[in-house]
T-cell receptor
Framework: DAGITQSPRHKVTETGTPVTLRCHQT?????MYWYRQDPGHGLRLIHY???????DKGEVSDGYSVSRSKTEDFLLTLESATSSQTSVYFC????????????????FGQGTRLTVV | GENVEQHPSTLSVQEGDSAVIKCTYS??????FPWYKQELGKRPQLIID?????GEKKDQRIAVTLNKTAKHFSLHITETQPEDSAVYFC????????????FGKGTLLTVNP
């Protein structure tokens, strides 16, 4: 499973409440990503990180913030959840520099199903 | 930007036929083009990828072709089987050192027995 874990796996929350999703990796991969998956929209990039404390926006970043204070963890926060943020959220990691080779394959977590009511 | 258009959105084929999914992009700096397969209720997984210095790559029944001049790349699945039924996503990177990875909207492939 490439050592990537998302938590929680399922969450139901109320509109207006803050929510934080966690992505944890044990692979020492440099890049980490948050996507949301909705029918008809595929995988849309929310935010990504290219190193500790280095993050940038993706296609659908409004209403979301991220933090990466250490290599292993990439947190996605919905400051004030809205019903439009009901979705399945996937974290992904890529680029291991182990053994001197650059491996760009992205590995996905199991996903988090978030429902905002 | 790094927009990638994927077509078709759905594809239905008979078992044994071939399936082709095409993606077009606009950023000429992109140099890495992966394809992911996502089975129902599961996470996307890489099935094949290609770099910009290569025109074609094969892995058994799966192949990817890249035309950098025209800015499109395609996934080819030959001798399709029911277990090939899934959603397929094309992806591309942004080039440069920050490696922004974006995906098309996906193609739902159904292989009918």
């Amino acid at each position: 499973d490439a050592g990537i874990t998302q938590s929680p796996r399922h969450k139901v929350t109320e509109t207006g409440t803050p929510v934080t999703l966690r992505c944890h990796q044990t692979e020492n991969h440099r890049y980490m990503y948050w996507y949301r998956q909705d029918p008809g929209h595929g995988l849309r990039l929310i935010h990504y990180s290219y190193g500790v404390k280095d993050t940038d926006k993706g296609e659908v970043s409004d209403g979301y913030s991220v933090s990466r204070s250490k290599t292993e963890d990439f947190l996605l926060t919905l400051e004030s959840a809205t019903s439009s943020q009901t979705s399945v959220y996937f974290c992904a990691i890529s680029e291991s520099r182990n053994r001197g080779q650059r491996n760009t394959e992205a590995f996905f977590g199991q996903g988090t199903r978030l429902t905002v009511v | 930007g790094e927009n990638v258009e994927q077509h078709p959105s759905t594809l239905s084929v008979q078992e044994g036929d071939s399936a082709v999914i095409k993606c077009t992009y606009s950023d000429s700096a992109s140099n890495y083009f992966p394809w992911y397969k996502q089975e129902l209720g599961k996470r996307p997984q890489l099935i094949i990828d290609i770099r910009s210095n290569v025109g074609e790559k094969k892995d058994q029944r799966i192949a990817v072709t890249l035309n950098k001049t025209a800015k499109h790349f395609s996934l080819h699945i030959t001798e399709t089987q029911p277990e090939d039924s899934a959603v397929y996503f094309c992806g591309l990177d942004s080039g440069g050192s920050n490696y922004k990875l974006t995906f098309g909207k996906g193609t739902l492939l159904t292989v009918n027995p």
